[in-house]
């Protein structure tokens, strides 16, 4: 697996607070098409920070790191579906670097030691081009969040801080974070979730374990096999035998660890 296709983050622009930095880059895109790939913007506090499955991502004054950044560079339609996973895995990559042991929770949800850490939005933007892939991806990643406000989210969350006891700079980590992106960004760009499964399978589920998919109304049950060539979810069940799901929201029933 080369990387064939090089991907730069140009420097950071932080501001010191932003109701979310995926919609202060959205509407920068929107009214100025040309903003260059690689734009960067992050947040010291976020008020109205969005996630996956409608939940808010909310960061308080220097604890957390928030920050979205532009993808406008051609890649095949069939890929973009998979371009968080492999956020995903720059995130674990990063996180593996500062001695932690991630996991991720399909399909891009950051966890340690069972307990969110990070997640990621991908969000599409009309330029009014349709020849024109315009991305912008969002990355919230808990930094120095104590456990008093972990214990508050509602779901298991953790951090940087809780985990290892120490503090950090939230530039330091997005420093690190933006040297790990870039190349499972360009295997991905280049070769879709093929480029980034084998980093990807590393740091998800134990083959096995059961899974209990909820999306929407919809609830499967099952054992998890793998993903399919594009990322899904493989499972299998008792009733339906061998199902693919392309989205949902995953409660390990088993540890995976």
Request: hydrophobic share 40%; proline share 6%; aromatic share 6%.
């Amino acid at each position: 697996m080369g990387i064939v296709m090089a991907f730069q983050f140009l420097s950071v622009e932080w501001h010191d607070i932003l109701p979310s930095t995926n919609s202060c880059l959205v509407e920068r895109v929107k009214a100025a098409p040309d903003t260059p790939p690689g734009t960067v913007i992050a947040a010291r506090e976020q008020t109205a920070g969005r996630g996956r499955q409608q939940r808010s991502w909310i960061t308080q004054p220097r604890q957390n790191l928030t920050f979205s950044f532009l993808w406008n560079t051609p890649v095949p339609r069939d890929h973009l579906p998979a371009m968080a996973q492999a956020i995903s895995v720059g995130i674990a990559q990063m996180l593996e670097g500062q001695g932690l042991r991630p996991t991720i929770k399909w399909p891009n949800d950051v966890l340690v030691n069972g307990k969110k850490i990070g997640g990621i939005l991908c969000e599409r933007v009309n330029t009014g081009d349709p020849a024109q892939t315009t991305i912008v991806a969002g990355i919230g990643l808990n930094v120095n969040m104590d456990a008093e406000a972990a214990a508050r989210i509602d779901q298991p969350a953790t951090s940087l801080a809780i985990e290892t006891g120490h503090s950090y700079s939230t530039d330091d980590i997005l420093v690190a974070l933006l040297d790990t992106l870039p190349a499972p960004l360009a295997s991905w760009a280049t070769e879709g979730f093929a480029g980034v499964r084998t980093a990807y399978v590393h740091f998800s589920f134990t083959p096995g374990a059961t899974l209990h998919v909820r999306d929407g109304a919809r609830h499967v049950e099952g054992a998890f096999l793998g993903f399919d060539d594009d990322g899904a979810l493989l499972i299998e069940t008792k009733e339906e035998g061998i199902r693919t799901l392309y989205s949902g929201d995953v409660l390990l029933e088993v540890s995976d660890s």
